[in-house]
């Protein structure tokens, strides 16, 4: 079995002080976990410098959005530059909360995307069919339009370094519903068509991963799907008596496949 990546994002939880903590619990977990799992976490724009240090090289730490441009008068962005300059790995793009409080759209999508391929990050591409999407039965036509437009003009030798995150938005937080594990495997097939149709045989390589109200009881029949890459885990992640299960239960499902 290929890597497969394993992550979450914090949102707008957690103070500097709570994420040291975390994430020097989180290195202990990570030093005896098979190296086919890729850990990652996304925290806050405030915690980011702290946390570097903090956070073991193997380990890798995103920011939660970003702009476009390198610089500019866009009062309360982040630019690429700044995000490069503290040693960030990834930058999450797109997550349905941006797009619907912040009225964030694919074409920008797509402009933030080749910035972060040309500062050498990795985007971590979030896309996902709304409910009204999925009750019309235009869940697959809803993420492919999400795709050709975010992915527009990346190439195939850039495309390889690009994470996708599936997230249904009626699966996601507090009141999300639990999607059924066939329904995200066939979700992530169809993603999986559209990445070769868009890029050739790289397409077969791209990581796509899976977020929406995972939990312990449901991580492995998600993890099962032959393009499930790996899982985007929101709050059963931000604690660790919790999260540690989880890991403890892929690690195991990895050496039996």
Not at 102 to 109: A, G, Q
Not at 122 to 136: A, Q, V, Y
Request: glycine share 8%.
């Amino acid at each position: 079995m290929k890597k497969i990546f394993i992550g979450t994002n914090w949102k707008m939880h957690k103070t500097i002080k709570e994420g040291q903590e975390y994430c020097r619990e989180l290195n202990r977990i990570a030093r005896d976990k098979d190296e086919r799992m890729q850990l990652f976490i996304i925290p806050p724009y405030t915690s980011l410098t702290t946390l570097r240090d903090e956070l073991d090289s193997s380990i890798l730490l995103g920011a939660q959005n970003m702009h476009w441009e390198d610089e500019g008068p866009f009062t309360g962005e982040i630019s690429p530059s700044m995000l490069k300059e503290i040693g960030v790995d990834l930058v999450e793009l797109g997550h349905s909360e941006r797009r619907q409080y912040y009225n964030e759209n694919d074409i920008d999508l797509n402009k933030k995307v080749h910035a972060a391929l040309g500062k050498e990050m990795i985007p971590l591409l979030c896309i996902g069919e709304k409910l009204e999407d999925k009750e019309m039965s235009i869940s697959e036509e809803s993420l492919s339009i999400q795709l050709k437009i975010c992915l527009k003009n990346i190439s195939s030798s850039q495309a390889k370094n690009v994470l996708i995150a599936y997230e249904p938005v009626w699966a996601i937080g507090a009141g999300g519903t639990e999607a059924p594990a066939d329904y995200v495997h066939k979700m992530h097939d169809h993603i999986r068509k559209v990445l070769v149709e868009l890029f050739g045989d790289i397409g077969q390589d791209i990581k796509i991963l899976f977020g929406g109200s995972v939990n312990r009881g449901n991580a492995i029949d998600y993890l099962k799907g032959s393009n499930v890459n790996g899982l985007f885990i929101g709050r059963s992640a931000w604690d660790l008596e919790k999260f540690e299960p989880i890991l403890n239960d892929i690690e195991q499902f990895l050496q039996l496949n």
